[in-house]
Structure formats: structure tokens, C-alpha cells
């Protein structure tokens, strides 16, 4: 079982920046896979980054790449997800996810078993 609680959204103005937190309970949170989506009002969660149990590989969606950075710290069980650039699309609730494959489908959210409740970013222009 893993429990994940988000932390670190926020109001922030277009071309800013913010750091978002998972921190994950459970002694195997190292040997999952771990990754960010977000959602629109009325529309399904979006992948947004995810990066391998050992850290060593990362995929990010088109959208964001360049501009986020997720990491892992084991030590800390946590997962972050570095956001630069931001700009009003950003918009959105941030939920990290954790599942225990790492392979072509970690863009696909039914294969995360464990979700955070998730976190609020809103980017003012």
C-alpha cells in the first residue's frame, strides 16, 4: 500500500516558476515507478512526466518538455516536479501517481494504482 500526498501549488504568474511535491509512505516506494498528471475542468487527467523506480530513465509529454523536471529523492520518498515557464494552459490540479511498471504505457493512467488527492496550480497572465 502507498499513500501519496501533493504539496506545493499555488497562484503563480505567467513565466514563473514552482516546485510540486509527492510524499509517498511505504517502505517500497523505490520500487515504483512514479509520475504527474493533471487535470482539466471537465476532462480526463493528462500525463505530464513520469521517471523509472531507480530515477536512471524519465518521459515527459510534448507539452511540458524543456520546461518541467520531475526527480526523485528515495531517501526522502518523495517525487518533485520542477516547473518553469509557465503559462496559463498550465493551469490545472497536479496528482502524482505511483505504479510498479516502467514501460511504453507509464503515459497511460489506468496503470497507476496509488494517486495523490491532488494539488492546485493556477497561472495568472
Known amino acids: 500500500q502507498v499513500q501519496l500526498v501533493e504539496s506545493g501549488g499555488g497562484l503563480v504568474q505567467a513565466g514563473g516558476s514552482m516546485r510540486l511535491s509527492c510524499a509517498a509512505s511505504?517502505?517500497?516506494?523505490?520500487?515504483?515507478?512514479m509520475a504527474w498528471f493533471r487535470q482539466f475542468p471537465g476532462k480526463e487527467r493528462e500525463f505530464v512526466a513520469a521517471?523509472?523506480?531507480?530515477?536512471?530513465?524519465?518521459d515527459y509529454a510534448n507539452s511540458v518538455k524543456g520546461r518541467f523536471t520531475i526527480s526523485r529523492d528515495s531517501a526522502k520518498n518523495t517525487v518533485y516536479l520542477q516547473m518553469n515557464s509557465l503559462n496559463t494552459e498550465d493551469t490545472a490540479v497536479y496528482h502524482c501517481a505511483a505504479a510498479t511498471p516502467w514501460g511504453p504505457l507509464v503515459r497511460n493512467w489506468y496503470i497507476y494504482s496509488y494517486w495523490g488527492q491532488g494539488t492546485q496550480v493556477t497561472v495568472s497572465s
Open positions: 521517471v523509472k523506480w531507480n530515477g536512471d530513465s524519465t
Open positions: 511505504g517502505r517500497t516506494f523505490s520500487t515504483y515507478t
